[in-house]
């Protein structure tokens, strides 16, 4: 189960939008590179400020946002021409790119620490990777959970308004961040796994 099965909803709610965005000449492509721009100045930023627990509440705000957004540039893709082989690779680099930079900052908050969070980044860049291979072989992208994008989206999301309302975070949440590794390499392997059944 992953938030992932949600998205057909969720792409009927914004489907006005992104009429209304086509209808203004926005492309795939403008809403991909923009949605990782602002990912990672917002990164950068919470990096830097990590003290200032305050500032964390934009992230689920962002993480939210970013979420719609990575829906828009598929509709735009598939509902109005505007796929490409570039658009293809934005969609993937940007999303692991992205992902990195919004974790990023929780290296600096205790109770976690950069090894944990770096280890976490890298897995999670892996299961992205093992999604993509099944593609590649001619069996379609991998989106098997349980820790898919949408799901890690919610997660830090939920830690990010926490430490905004609360000033800082308990220390029991670093054995939960160390169990989402785990979790991590069982999407992988369910990527894996069931990219070769399909074959």
């Not at 917002?42 to 979420?67: E, Y």
């Not at 029991?172 to 990219?195: F, S």
Request: glycine content about 12%; overall charge positive.
């Amino acid at each position: 189960m992953s938030i992932y099965a949600l998205k057909p909803r969720f792409q009927n709610l914004l489907r006005p939008g992104v009429r209304y965005l086509h209808g203004k000449g926005v492309t795939a492509n403008q809403v991909t590179l923009a949605a990782c721009a602002v990912s990672v100045l917002l990164g950068v930023v919470l990096a830097l400020a990590a003290g200032h627990s305050g500032l964390f509440w934009l992230l689920p705000v962002w993480l939210f946002v970013r979420m719609a957004l990575n829906a828009v540039d598929g509709m735009l893709a598939r509902e109005f021409g505007q796929q490409s082989a570039l658009g293809g690779y934005l969609n993937e680099i940007t999303d692991v790119v992205a992902d990195a930079a919004l974790y990023l900052p929780f290296a600096f908050v205790a109770p976690f620490g950069g090894l944990q969070i770096g280890l976490l980044i890298f897995v999670a860049a892996m299961s992205e990777f093992c999604g993509v291979l099944g593609q590649v072989h001619g069996n379609g992208r991998r989106y098997d959970g349980p820790l898919g994008k949408s799901d890690r989206a919610f997660i830090f999301g939920a830690l990010g308004l926490w430490y905004a309302l609360a000033g800082s975070l308990p220390g029991w949440l670093n054995a939960v961040m160390w169990l989402l590794l785990p979790l991590l390499l069982w999407t992988c392997w369910r990527r894996i796994h069931n990219g070769l059944k399909a074959a």
